[in-house]
């Protein structure tokens, strides 16, 4: 009987996940077709007439059959996949149905009952829309307890604990940890976040049972690969996911491929720098040249505004440029609007002689949190991260990108980078990173000096257009900025 309760929520969930897709795919050609139909005559008054009705086109069935296919191939209706990993596969379905709905339109000539424009908007569409359905989709389903997957943790460790915590935070995935099992007797019956300590990890098959586990993660990742060996082998037994976390902290593992060699029972990893490729380096600043040039005319206007305001509070230039340290040690002129009084390295010197806490803040973290050389509308600037506008003028001029380490100091490479220096600088310093949204100022120096490693060591274009996107989010909301 339980079987087939958990078929039956299977095939909900893939239904569930159906209609999602059935409603951003409608939305994504009923935008488009209005484009085609309404706005583009009055823009572009030669184009071809349009008399295709909206249902003519909800009536090719096919389409919708192509992309769905698409989707399903690409494994997005049975994946637990963190959201920007899902997206980056949705692009890629979306982009392999648009093309053959595109091929099979001009192989059988079937432009009279189809309009490719309305075909290419749909395609530009549905890469936004898609996402956005399934993320307010996979909430709902989430909170109503369809889109959800009971998992229990083997080990409440520090690993364990990290797990269960961003597991909690990204519900997306569908995974609900139910609690640990760890062999610690004094963590038996307490609990972390909510999630309690069961019992001994020994018992997993009878706790699997009675709680309807489907994933067990094993957090143990100072286990001796013998006993990990023989406890993954237990596990695989008795449910059907089994997710181990292995002792390979501070490897590059984004851009990791494994390999097999069967007769030995042995598997390589094939660990990429992706950054030491001309090709990729290339890549990255065609990206960031690009981008900063087409986001010009909307950036300009704003960046003027914003100097005027400045002007308007206080004397002085509305920009100063400061000097930061560049890719491989090279010292460049960075761009920032002025948020600070003219006086500003006075009063800090000053601050700094007479306050012994002021100055200890101030080596932790080069800010101070209630900082009294910034003017009003420079505290409103920091808060969102437009005072990092003027920036874009160092993109073009290839002494930044739009996305890397932080542009910092002499004085703070010799004082929190040390031995990460390398790492760090061996690129272009960016406008925003990793760090701008992980935290920001919330976060140590010493964790954002990792995180900018980190971000150097599984680069990816992907992972540039993810951290642009989520930096959006962080300066509407303002978060850990001051």
Known sequence: MTEIIKLIKKVLQVFCLIIIDLFAFYASLFI????????????????????????????????LAVF?????????YESNLPFWDEVKNIVKSISLASIAVMAIVTLGKMGDI???????????????????????????????????????????????????EGLQREKYMS??????????EQKKGTAFNGKKVFGEIKHFPEFIKELGIKTVIIAMPSLPVERLSVLTSAVQNHTPNTVVIPDLKGIALLNTKLFHLFYEEIFLMN????????????????????????????????????????????????IYAHDRIGKNG????????????????????????????????????????DDPRITKVGCFLRRTSLDELPQIFNVIKGEMSLVGPRPVTKEEIEYHYKDAAEICFSVPPGITGLWQVSGRTNTS??????????????????????????????????????
């Open 114 to 164: 189809v309009s490719r424009l309305v075909l290419l908007g749909m395609w530009v569409l549905s890469i936004f829309i898609f996402p956005l359905f399934r993320l307010w989709g996979k909430k709902l389903l989430y909170d109503i307890g369809i889109w959800r997957e009971r998992v229990l943790i083997l080990g409440a460790g520090n690993a364990g604990r990290l797990v269960a």
């Open 68 to 76: 769905i296919f698409f989707i399903f191939y690409e494994g997005l």
């Open 175 to 184: 995974y609900d940890v139910v609690g640990f099992l760890d062999d610690n």
């Open 330 to 369: 090279k010292t460049f002129r960075c761009y920032k609007f002025r948020t600070m009084y003219k006086d500003a390295e006075e009063k800090l010197k000053e601050i700094l002689e007479n306050n012994k806490e002021t100055r200890a803040e101030w080596l932790k973290n080069q800010k101070l949190r």
């Open 271 to 318: 660990i990429r720098n992706n950054l030491k490729s001309l090709t990729n380096r290339f890549i990255k600043r065609f990206f960031d040249t690009t981008v900063s040039i087409i986001s010009m005319p909307l950036l300009l206007p704003i960046i003027a505004l914003i100097g005027t305001i400045i002007r308007l509070e206080t004397s002085g230039p509305a």
């Open 32 to 63: 488009s077709w209005t484009l085609r139909s309404e706005v583009m005559p009055y823009f572009i008054p030669h184009l071809p007439v349009f008399n295709f009705s909206y249902i003519h086109f909800v009536s090719l069935w096919w389409i």
């Open 445 to 482: 120096y010493e964790y954002r000096v990792k995180l900018d490693g980190w971000y150097i060591m599984n680069w990816s274009l992907w992972l540039d257009i993810a951290i642009l996107f989520k930096t959006i989010k962080v300066v509407m909301k303002m978060e850990g900025a001051y």
